[in-house]
């Protein structure tokens, strides 16, 4: 009786516990350079701005 209740009560609360959890996948940071540089989504690195 006490293994079914335990196995009850964990099969309810578990996907509570995933949503509170949340989902990172699609969560993004801004990512900010130094004047006269840009990001690059390709590399993830700050590359300079060339102006011609």
Same mark, same amino acid.
């Given at each position: %009786?006490?293994?079914? $209740?335990? *196995? /009850? ?5 578990? !996907? #509570?516990? =995933?949503? /509170? &959890?949340?989902?990172?996948? /699609?969560? $993004?940071?801004? %990512?900010?350079? =130094?004047? #006269? $540089? %840009? !990001?690059?989504? &390709?590399? #993830?690195?700050? *590359?300079? *701005? $060339?102006?011609?």
């Amino acid at each position: %009786m006490l293994k079914t $209740t335990f *196995v /009850a009560l964990t099969l309810t609360l578990l !996907p #509570g516990i =995933a949503l /509170a &959890e949340g989902c990172s996948h /699609a969560k $993004t940071t801004a %990512m900010s350079c =130094a004047d #006269g $540089t %840009m !990001p690059d989504a &390709e590399t #993830g690195t700050c *590359v300079p *701005v $060339t102006t011609s």
